[in-house]
């Protein structure tokens, strides 16, 4: 039997046969022509046809008529890697008018050639020791201009807070003042320093940049340098590039996907690429730990539906029925197979957080969380080191089903963030 | 003096402060903040503030209120590749509403770091032996279920209609039916047999796919069957990795570069990026010796305008005025100092092209354009060899400044061409 992947595609046109437009895709995505080809040959190329799985038309969208449209490619077609798999569903498609592709479900066959996250939420929970909260996070305030020296002190404020990660600005690239091994090397002492007071375990995702083959070198400097985990702008070299710093044995951390540029790709109703697809499930196959995406909730906003959608992708449990739904769905795998495992990556909503925020986005997110703060740490009238504090303790709040508000009573560090951010339940 | 490269933004809002906004940017893509700053540390810091350009703001755009906004980021803060500065001035302003990235001027500095295209069109003209006329591609009619004798069959057919290029389709990936070695000894032995009939040279652009860091070793074996081009997906792996193949000595070819992906990006008004920087610009500077794009005249379109400014983009000659309009700007690059050189990539608007097209094309981009014809070839009533013939006599008609009807008259090919599809002067 033939395996498929699966692409949906959210097609506008106000007056389009979309039966026929899906048709269209499905033959000339694939074996180029049809009706044309003499039986004899027909039977040869069938494995090789597309299928159209089902066309479903909105007469009346807000944003225009449309079809979501899915098509079953065979897996014959195309090598078992994502850019193929991209090229093959929306290479030439993406310049046919008005289209979007909105999801992707893939066979058991080809996922069966990802190893996924080589860490998963599990191993980053493992390698912390923290198994019954959601982490915090943290990012450097500023790091153009600064040398080791402003970026050591940076991170030890917010190692004290007791943040269980700190990430690298996407935009701190490799340069003479910070560069990677150096940079490793102090915030790592920072980091050991804050441990003999808070006795807390941290991971910091350095960021790794520059030519694409000198990547793997930069990850392995900064890895021999100290870093426990990596930060990787995914989409400024491609998900395939994301997959060969996983999947190599001796980049043994963590990976932070970075959404940069994704907003150049999903937010547009008509063109593009979905977020569940971008910065979801593509993230997760090839191998990211833990994904940034947008929160729903600060200044760089994405409807909730998406967020949630997103989380979905990451979340889902490879032996759970969400699972099959999301990423395998019903016609993509063969019966009775189990599908490949693929940890789990965690989410990452962020932009905007403050701790009075931490109550929703655990009844958002639940327990499979980062929080993850910028602003809302070092803007803390109390200062860097108060602002990690307040976000725990707006953690600890919500674990022991306590209000905020109550909580803050005699934490002043929750209590001062509570006055500047308000509490948004 | 500090460099600078600029990028130029439309943002849209209906009622936003865009002198703010634009403020907003240069600050918060740079150095964080700066009216906070202690006096002494905006000295220090003032190398790395990113600077306002320009901010024309338009009340009524058919598309919304907007502004186009004109950022100059220190070549200091990033290094100089194509991720860092794109996720320097779009990595996270991607995501933050309505804005679209329209434009981009280098540096001196920042283009001095860039070989750009190995060949260029002076390149391939001269592996070819063509200095007189446009050239003329053809693309297999289909390419998925076939073996590598229905491959050669095609190529060969192609080959005698005088075609001097042929390109692989973008979704034929390494399979085990046509690996990129056997396909490639297979076409260039038809190359060579229709070469005994046309006595014309030919270039076969092979499709390189599949992991991102085999990409070379796949370059090298099609390289090594013969192949004397290379197509390449380059946005399913980022404009650097591009770079890294063209700049590979070993890898002494031209590369074509595929818009596969490119409409998820550049449709949009209020999203993404625009054509010309996506599939001129960038693909130029990353080493591009042929780009392809979706033509203004066919099924697949985009408007006149942007195939205007993609083909100033390529086209633009390093010591000319044009080429400091469109690529350094007024105020990036320091004056007096001659631009770093960039040969000029070939144009390869595609889709819909059949001979009747040829006048128009030619009118519209000159005479350094490869006409690029799928359909139009292998439908031509009297074959695919008969079909590169029609175009070949369209090409020698406009040469002529003779009509293409009066041309036709005793040339049955493009005769039979234009009963087809008819003129469209």
């Given at each position: 039997?033939s395996?498929?992947?699966?692409?949906?595609?959210?097609?506008?046109d106000?007056?389009?046969?979309?039966?026929?437009?899906?048709?269209?895709?499905?033959?000339?995505?694939?074996?180029?022509?049809?009706?044309?080809?003499?039986?004899?040959?027909?039977?040869?190329?069938?494995?090789?046809?597309?299928?159209?799985?089902?066309?479903?038309?909105?007469?009346?969208?807000?944003?225009?008529?449309?079809?979501?449209?899915?098509?079953?490619?065979?897996?014959?077609n195309?090598?078992?890697?994502?850019?193929?798999?991209?090229?093959?569903?929306?290479?030439?498609?993406?310049?046919?008018?008005?289209?979007?592709?909105?999801?992707?479900?893939?066979?058991?066959?080809?996922?069966?050639?990802?190893?996924?996250?080589k860490?998963?939420?599990?191993?980053?929970?493992?390698?912390?020791?923290?198994?019954?909260?959601?982490?915090?996070?943290?990012?450097?305030?500023?790091?153009?201009?600064?040398?080791?020296?402003?970026?050591k002190?940076?991170?030890?404020?917010?190692?004290?807070?007791?943040?269980?990660?700190?990430?690298?600005?996407?935009?701190?690239?490799?340069?003479?003042?910070?560069?990677i091994?150096?940079?490793?090397?102090?915030?790592?002492?920072?980091?050991?320093?804050a441990?003999?007071?808070?006795?807390?375990?941290?991971?910091?995702?350095?960021?790794?940049?520059?030519?694409?083959?000198?990547?793997?070198?930069?990850?392995?400097?900064?890895?021999?340098?100290?870093?426990?985990?990596?930060?990787?702008?995914?989409?400024?070299?491609?998900?395939?590039?994301?997959?060969?710093?996983?999947?190599?044995?001796?980049?043994?951390?963590?990976i932070?996907?970075?959404?940069?540029?994704?907003?150049?790709?999903?937010?547009?109703?008509?063109?593009?690429?979905?977020?569940?697809?971008?910065?979801?499930?593509?993230?997760?196959?090839?191998?990211?730990?833990?994904?940034?995406?947008?929160?729903?909730?600060?200044?760089?906003?994405?409807?909730?539906?998406?967020?949630?959608?997103?989380?979905?992708?990451?979340?889902?449990?490879?032996?759970?029925?969400?699972?099959?739904?999301?990423?395998?769905?019903?016609?993509?795998?063969?019966?009775?197979?189990?599908?490949?495992?693929?940890?789990?990556?965690?989410?990452?909503?962020?932009?905007?957080?403050?701790?009075?925020?931490?109550?929703?986005?655990?009844?958002d997110?639940?327990?499979?969380?980062?929080?993850?703060?910028?602003?809302?740490?070092?803007?803390?009238?109390?200062?860097?080191?108060?602002?990690?504090?307040?976000?725990?303790?707006?953690?600890?709040?919500?674990?022991?089903?306590?209000?905020?508000?109550?909580?803050?009573?005699?934490?002043?560090?929750?209590?001062a963030?509570?006055?500047?951010?308000?509490?948004?339940?």
């Amino acid at each position: 039997m033939s395996s498929y992947c699966i692409a949906t595609y959210r097609s506008y046109d106000e007056k389009a046969d979309f039966h026929k437009k899906a048709q269209g895709i499905a033959v000339g995505l694939t074996v180029g022509s049809w009706t044309d080809l003499p039986e004899a040959r027909k039977a040869e190329m069938e494995k090789h046809l597309g299928q159209v799985v089902s066309v479903e038309v909105h007469e009346s969208g807000a944003d225009g008529r449309y079809a979501d449209i899915s098509i079953a490619y065979p897996d014959v077609n195309f090598s078992a890697d994502i850019p193929a798999l991209l090229v093959t569903v929306f290479g030439k498609l993406s310049m046919d008018g008005r289209i979007r592709l909105i999801d992707l479900h893939f066979s058991d066959s080809f996922l069966g050639h990802f190893q996924g996250p080589k860490f998963g939420i599990a191993g980053v929970r493992g390698l912390l020791g923290v198994h019954d909260r959601p982490l915090l996070m943290s990012i450097f305030k500023s790091v153009i201009g600064h040398d080791v020296h402003g970026l050591k002190e940076q991170f030890y404020q917010q190692a004290l807070g007791g943040v269980d990660l700190i990430k690298d600005d996407e935009i701190l690239f490799e340069n003479p003042d910070t560069p990677i091994g150096k940079r490793v090397t102090v915030c790592m002492e920072a980091a050991r320093q804050a441990n003999e007071l808070t006795g807390q375990k941290l991971l910091y995702a350095a960021n790794v940049t520059g030519p694409t083959l000198n990547l793997k070198d930069q990850a392995k400097r900064a890895i021999d340098a100290g870093a426990n985990a990596l930060l990787f702008n995914v989409l400024a070299y491609g998900f395939d590039m994301l997959r060969e710093l996983s999947a190599d044995p001796d980049i043994n951390v963590p990976i932070m996907a970075h959404p940069a540029m994704a907003g150049a790709l999903y937010p547009s109703p008509h063109y593009g690429i979905a977020a569940s697809v971008l910065l979801g499930k593509l993230m997760r196959l090839a191998g990211a730990d833990l994904v940034l995406f947008p929160s729903p909730y600060g200044s760089v906003v994405m409807p909730k539906e998406e967020n949630m959608a997103i989380k979905h992708a990451l979340l889902a449990a490879t032996d759970s029925p969400a699972y099959k739904a999301v990423w395998t769905g019903s016609g993509a795998s063969s019966a009775g197979h189990a599908a490949p495992s693929l940890a789990e990556s965690f989410p990452v909503p962020s932009a905007g957080i403050h701790p009075g925020l931490v109550p929703l986005i655990l009844k958002d997110f639940g327990g499979e969380v980062v929080v993850n703060a910028g602003g809302g740490i070092h803007g803390h009238p109390l200062g860097t080191a108060a602002g990690g504090r307040a976000f725990r303790q707006a953690i600890d709040a919500v674990k022991a089903g306590i209000g905020l508000a109550d909580y803050a009573a005699d934490r002043p560090e929750l209590n001062a963030a509570i006055q500047a951010w308000g509490i948004r339940e």
